[in-house]
Each structure stands twice: as C-alpha cells, then as structure tokens.
C-alpha cells in the first residue's frame, strides 16, 4: 500500500496485498505476452493465407479451467489466513463482525470485553462532519487527537445516513449505519494521519474530514486540559 | 376490393421521419438503438470530461458541489442504463435476427415499445436538470437513507426513480422478445450447437435480464412509495436491506453488460484469424457459467457495511470463483489467434484493447474480492479504476469492436481504416492514461464521489493524468465521429457488399444493408459456421465448370 502502514491491522492487510500483487503480475505477464505474441507472430502477411481449422484442444482447455482455480483457491486460503490474523492480533473478535444495534447491549458488553483499552471516544457522524467527545465531555471536530501507542477503541454511530470511517494508515474502513454501532481499535506512534468520510452522504461529503492526530502523553495530557477550560 | 390508386410520390423528409417513428422493423429499430445510445454516450461522456476538469488539480471550483453530486450521478446512470447496456441491446436487435436467419424479431411492436420506452425514460432522468431543480444527486447506487425524502427532497430523485423503472420495463420486455426469437424463429438446421456465439451470449444475458431486474424495480417502487406516499419499507428496517435489492441486479448487472460484448469478440476473433472460435462449446458454457455465477457474488459490495462474517467469507469464494470462467474466454481468445492469420484490422485492434485492458480489470477484481483487501480500498478510486477497467476497457471496447465490424453491414459502407486505428491508439492510450492513476489514487486514500480535495493530499499528479487521459479519449471519440461523418453518412467510403470480412455466420450472407425482409429465401443451415459452406459452394459453383475437382 502506499499510504505506509502505521497500525498492526494496516501492517496485515498490507502483507496481504503484496502477495497477491505477485500472483497478479504473473497472471498479467502471461496473459499480455501470450497476446502481443499470438499477434505478433501470427499476422497476417499474404492475402491467401490459410490456416489449418482447429476447433479446440479438449487437453488445453481443462489445463486452464484448472490452473485458475487452483490459483484461486491459494489467493482464497492467503486471504482467510489474513483474516485469522487479523482476529489473532486481539483487535476484536472477527474483523467484520463489530457493527451492532445502537441498544444492542450484548454486543456492547462483549466489545468491551474483547480487548483491554486505554482510551474509548464517542464519535458521532453527522452530515458534514465527525464529532468526537471524549471521557472527559468535551467535543471536538474534524480531527481526532489521541495519546501515542495507546489502544483506542472508538464507538461510532451516525446521528442521519451512511457514512464510513477510514483513515488508510490504520488499517480496514467500516461503514457507519444508522441505528447501529461500529467499532474501530487501534494503536498508534505519534504523527498526523489522514482520513475522510468514505461513504456518499450528501452535499458536502468531501469536506467531511476525519483525520487523527496521535501526540505523545505529555502534548496530549496538555491538549486535554486545555480543551477541558474552553 | 376496389383499386384505390395511391399517389406514389418520392417520399419526402416528413415521410422518412414518420417511417422512422412508427417503424417495427428490428433494424430500423436497431439503428435508431445505435443513434440515441451513441448520444447517451457522448453526454454522459461531457459530464464525465467536467468531472475530469474538476478533479485536474486540487481545490478547482468549475462546478459547485451540488452538481458535481448530480454530474457523477448522471454520469454513471447515464452510461450504464442508457448507453451500455441498450447499445448491446440495439446491437443485437440488428443482428440476431440475421444471424439466426429470421425475417424479424418474434414481437415486432413489443421490440418498438421497447426502444420508446427506454428514450421516454432518457428524457425523463436527464430531464432532471430541467425541472425540480435538481437532478438525482445521490450517486447511482442511491443508498438508503440518503436517497429517502428526508435527505433528498428533490423531485429530481423522483424522476430518476421512475425513469429506471421504465428502463427495466423496457429492458425485461426486450430480454422476453431475445428469448423468443431465439427459441421460435431459427433458420432450418439451427440446431443448439450451431447458434452464433453472440447470439449465445445474448441468450445467456436475456435470462440474467429476466431474473435481476424485477428485484431492482421492486427496490426502486418501495423506495418510490416511501418517498411520496409515507410506506415504511426502508426507513425503519434494516439499512442494508436496499444494498442488498440494489446489487442483487447490479452486480449481474455488470456481466449483462459485459457478456454480448464478449459475445462480440467471440465473433470478431475468429473472422480475423481466419479460424473456429476456440473451444465453441465451452465458450458457451462459460456464458452460462458466468451468468449463473454473476448471481452469487452481490455481497461482495457490501464487506465493509456489517454483514454477517461466515456469509462474507461464501461471498468471498464465489466472487473469486467467477474468474475461472473468465480465464477460459481469454486463454480460448488467445488460442483462437495463435496460428491464425491475424489480421489487424480495427475490429480486431479493438477486441485487442479489450483483453489487454480487461485482463486488469479482472485481476483487481479478484484482489478486492479478498475482504482484508477491500477494508482498504472500498469505494476509494481503485475501486473507479477498477469497474472502468471493466466497464470501459471492456465493454466499450468490445462496443467499438462490434460498431466496426457491423456498420458496413447496416450501413452498407466501409468505415476508414486508417482513421480507425488512430481512434483505437489514442483511445488506448488516453483510457490507461485516465484510469491507471486511479488505483494509485485509491492506494493513496482518495475516496471515490469527493468534489474537490486538499492540495496537501499528494494526489496532484495522478488527478492531472487522469484528466490529460480522459481529453485523449474525448479527441478519439471525435474521430470515430468524423470517421463516420465522411466515410458513412458522407458516402466517401468503399462499398462494403455482402461479405467484406469474410464472415462465418448468416448476416454476411444478405445484402449490406439487408433487405426490409432480410432474406429473399430462408437460408438452410448445414453447420456452425454457414458462411464457409455458402462461400465454398458459390466458389464451387464457379470453378465446376473449369475443373471437376470434387469438394472435400
Ligand atoms: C470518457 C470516459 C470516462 C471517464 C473520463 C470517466 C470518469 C469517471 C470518474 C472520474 C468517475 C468518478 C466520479 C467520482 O467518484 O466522483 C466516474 C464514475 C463512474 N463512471 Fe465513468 N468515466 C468514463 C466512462 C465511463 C463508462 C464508459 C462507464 C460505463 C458504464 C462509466 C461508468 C461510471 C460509473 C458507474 C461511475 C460511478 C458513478 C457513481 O459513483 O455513482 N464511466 N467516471
Ligand atoms: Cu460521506
Ligand atoms: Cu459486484
């Protein structure tokens, strides 16, 4: 990815991805070269040529109904793998299953208890923008800042319709419903990471930012209280 | 009865103008496909060059937001309901009944009511601009809730709603008109394994048609009724339920719009290399396959937005499952060229545009299919690349492929072939100038659908190819036009006759443009590919006086 992968979860998807770009740049070298050779080579250069009338190979055809699906199953299982993986780091429970009924308070008791965190945010997606109020009821928006290498876990719901988080240095984006919660962990070094709505909401979607701002614990403690005398 | 004598005078413009309008001719129909989703396309392509001027640098304000929401819209909508998917259908109106040797469609007025009620809702959608304000704004896949009243109070979405009913109207009544013909109106000795390959795809398409579509013209009547008469379909329930009606059509929707034009390729492939289409039959039955498949994969447009993990995982396999198929065209297309006599005429550069290009499509397909993966590039402009590597490097391409090989039989005139090949290269180029920034672009985090973006994103450079690119295709587009203005309409061009490219199958056999009724006598059918048997006998017949040589 070019976005350099900050998080752990960003860092899997990340090692995933370059697989795969292997495999596809075998599948697209032999399939261009088989091309531009077959053209090549055999163009036309009399007006009469004739060739000979093959109709097919029984022998050649199941050589490549087979071989893609043998490399389709091995992109599969590195796939599934990664997807274990991602459950592996702790992050939460199954990489996708951490969208649940705002009042679903099974879910919110097993989100809580799936991974120890240092800091959970309430986000709230509104058309236009991201609101985040902290532990310590303060709001603040457009851009989320948290202490450095600390698990954060933000619980988000959307106040309209859809939008999505996403900032690509942290890894996998997930849809805001509304009606629903999500959920997003991550732990991160200090730096400034982009991120905007990734779902179209409407008028001013573009506009509709999420970057986070990561400080180590001294800045932030002093952001904090700062924020706290507003 | 008694002999009323009637004037026949030389008929005028306004005569001309009604026979076309009141035509059930399938290729009077066909032509006037071809014409109105050509003009589809061209608008659909301005607002896509505005986009384009939009996004050339960051923070450039030539359109407000508000119709940059309506231009991607109606870019989107445009091209695939009003320009891909009813220009394969006028293409196959032209030609299927020529291919299978019939004198018309089996319904000839459905067919008309068809193609009216496809430009009924044209005007309608477009209309948009006009009255209400506003046009659609809530992209094409117009997701709850934001397309609901509350969100989108805009006539505009009413409109746009009730012009993609008509197109699915329009579209099942032309699917159950394919099937039909197809099924009742074959030349003698068509047997199965001798229907044309394109008619094949068409088959496989027509029923992909009739399956998909009423689940989205439900959707979109729900929504409708939601919208004006207070139902509760969707505001209440679960937010993925209209995700899941919209992609259950569009994604079949996708191979609908590609499968005729492999269809085309399938066609065009083998005139080209002077042999067989590689493996017949199981290039039919990879169609098939596709269009079973191309069910089963929906959810993969919905991996980020909370669905059950374990049915993820199912969506997963059979989305990379379907590229098996897929594989089998392009290897049996490459087969069918190797030791061929491959002639590079533009028909074939076209359907080499097309395997060179869809070959990343596919590819990307695959790769985002891998959830992990798509976490990170859902609707970002990979995902734009991607489905324009598919959409544009595919379909249009095999569009272009087809209008060159078939317009000197419709037309009965030559396009320019030189002309041609500069319309293909600077297609080429622009097309992977304009769209191979975009996967960088979407690696680098640019959501798809955003007005305008920072300048201290990084994506100045990409953005500017792209726009340079998508100019490139315009001017290519421009001359395919000037191509046909001159060498068509202007009649410049060489007179094309019944068989200019040595044709396998049965429209080659009729006059270029075919008669009102196609064929003086219907054509009997001895194998798959009639043309080489009709030529070799008219040959025969030739020579049989000279020499007895008998036939092998
Ligand atoms: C002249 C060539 C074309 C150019 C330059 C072009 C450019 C673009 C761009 C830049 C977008 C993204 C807009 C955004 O997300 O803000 C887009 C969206 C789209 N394009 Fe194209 N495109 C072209 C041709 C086509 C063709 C032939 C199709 C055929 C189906 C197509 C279908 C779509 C669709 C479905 C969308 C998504 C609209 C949405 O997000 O609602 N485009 N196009
Ligand atoms: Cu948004
Ligand atoms: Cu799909």
Not at chain 2, 371 to 383: A, E
């Amino acid at each position: 990815m070019l976005v350099p992968p900050v998080s752990q979860d960003a860092q899997v998807i990340n090692n995933l991805y370059l697989i795969l770009y292997v495999f596809s740049a075998i599948v697209f070298i032999l399939v261009e070269g088989l091309l531009i050779f077959s053209v090549v080579k055999f163009r036309r250069r009399a007006a009469n040529d004739a060739p000979v009338q093959v109709h097919g190979h029984a022998g050649l055809e199941t050589v490549w109904t087979i071989l893609p699906m043998v490399l389709v199953a091995v992109i599969f299982l590195f796939s599934v793998n990664s997807m274990g993986q991602l459950q592996a780091t702790g992050t939460f429970n199954d990489p996708l299953n951490h969208v649940h009924g705002v009042n679903d308070q099974v879910a919110i008791k097993r989100v809580s208890e799936a991974k120890k965190v240092d800091v959970v945010i309430n986000v709230t997606a509104r058309q236009w923008v991201w609101q985040f109020k902290y532990a310590d009821g303060f709001i603040v928006t457009q851009e989320l800042v948290v202490p450095e290498n600390k698990t954060v876990r933000l619980d988000i719901v959307s106040a309209d319709v859809i939008h999505a988080w996403w900032v690509p240095a942290l890894g996998g984006m997930i849809y805001v419903n509304p009606g629903e919660m999500s959920h997003v962990w991550f732990n991160a070094p200090a730096g400034m990471y982009y991120g905007q709505c990734n779902v179209f909401c409407g008028l001013a979607h573009s506009q509709m930012l999420s970057n986070v701002k990561v400080l180590p614990q001294a800045d932030y403690d002093a952001w904090v209280a700062q924020q706290k005398t507003k | 009865m008694a002999s009323v004598s009637i004037p026949v005078a030389k008929p005028g413009l306004l005569s001309e103008i009604a026979g076309w309008l009141t035509t059930v001719d399938h290729k009077k129909i066909g032509v006037m496909y071809l014409v109105s989703t050509f003009f589809f396309f061209l608008l659909s392509g301005i607002f896509a060059l505005i986009i384009r001027l939009q996004l050339m640098a960051p923070g450039m304000k030539i359109v407000d937001q508000n119709v940059y929401n309506e231009l991607f819209t109606m870019h989107g909508t445009g091209m695939i309901f009003l320009f891909i998917i009813p220009m394969l259908v006028g293409l196959g109106n032209y030609i299927i009944p020529l291919q299978i040797g019939a004198r018309d469609m089996a319904f000839p007025r459905i067919n008309a009511l068809s193609f009216w009620l496809l430009i009924f809702a044209g005007i309608v959608m477009e209309g948009g601009f006009l009255i209400g304000g506003t046009a659609s704004s809530a992209a094409w896949t117009a997701y709850v809730p934001l397309s609901t009243k509350q969100f989108s109070p805009q006539s505009g979405m009413d409109i746009w709603l009730f012009g993609v009913v008509l197109l699915g109207i329009s579209s099942t009544l032309g699917a159950v008109n394919f099937l039909v013909t197809i099924y009742t109106m074959r030349a003698p000795g068509m047997t199965m394994w001798r229907i044309p390959i394109f008619t094949w795809t068409m088959i496989v398409t027509a029923g992909m048609v009739l399956l998909a579509t009423p689940v989205l013209t439900a959707a979109l009547i729900m929504l409708i009724t939601d919208r004006n008469f207070s139902t509760q379909f969707f505001t209440t329930s679960n937010p993925r339920l209209w995700q899941h009606m919209f992609w259950f059509y569009s994604h079949p929707a996708v191979y609908i719009m590609v499968l005729p034009a492999m269809g085309i390729l399938s066609e065009v492939i083998p005139v080209f290399s002077r042999k067989p289409l590689f493996g017949f039959k199981v290039m039919v039955l990879s169609s098939i396959l596709i269009g079973v498949l191309g069910f089963t994969t929906w959810v993969h447009h919905m991996f980020v937005s909370g669905v059950d993990p374990l049915v993820e995982r199912f969506f997963m396999f059979t989305t990379m499952v379907i590229a098996v198929p897929t594989g089998v065209k392009m290897f049996s297309w490459i087969a069918t060229m190797w030791k061929g006599s491959v002639s590079l005429k533009t028909p074939l550069l076209m359907c080499i545009g097309f395997i060179s290009t869809f070959v990343i499509g596919g590819i990307t397909g695959v790769i985002q299919g891998a959830i992990p993966i798509d976490m990170q590039v859902h609707n970002t402009y990979w995902v734009v690349a991607h489905f324009h590597y598919v959409l544009f490097g595919g379909s249009v391409f095999g569009i272009f492929a087809g209008l060159y090989f078939y317009l000197p039989k419709i037309t009965g005139r030559m396009l320019d072939d030189k002309l041609g090949k500069w319309h293909f290269a600077l297609m080429f180029i622009g097309f992977n100038l304009t769209f191979f920034p975009m996967h960088i672009l979407g690696l680098e985090g640019m959501p798809r659908r955003i007005a305008t973006y920072a300048a201290d994103r990084g994506w100045d450079i990409p953005n500017l190819i792209a726009t340079i690119g998508a100019f490139t295709i315009a001017f290519s587009v421009l001359i395919f036009m000037i191509n046909f203005a001159i060498y068509i309409l202007g009649r410049k061009g060489e007179v094309a006759g019944n068989d200019p490219w040595e044709g396998a199958t049965l429209e080659w056999a009729t006059t270029s443009p075919p008669a009102v009724y196609n064929f003086a006598r219907t054509p009997v059918v001895e194998s798959d590919r009639p043309m080489i048997e009709l030529r070799a006998k008219a040959a025969g017949a030739k020579s049989d006086s000279k020499t007895s040589g008998g036939s092998h």
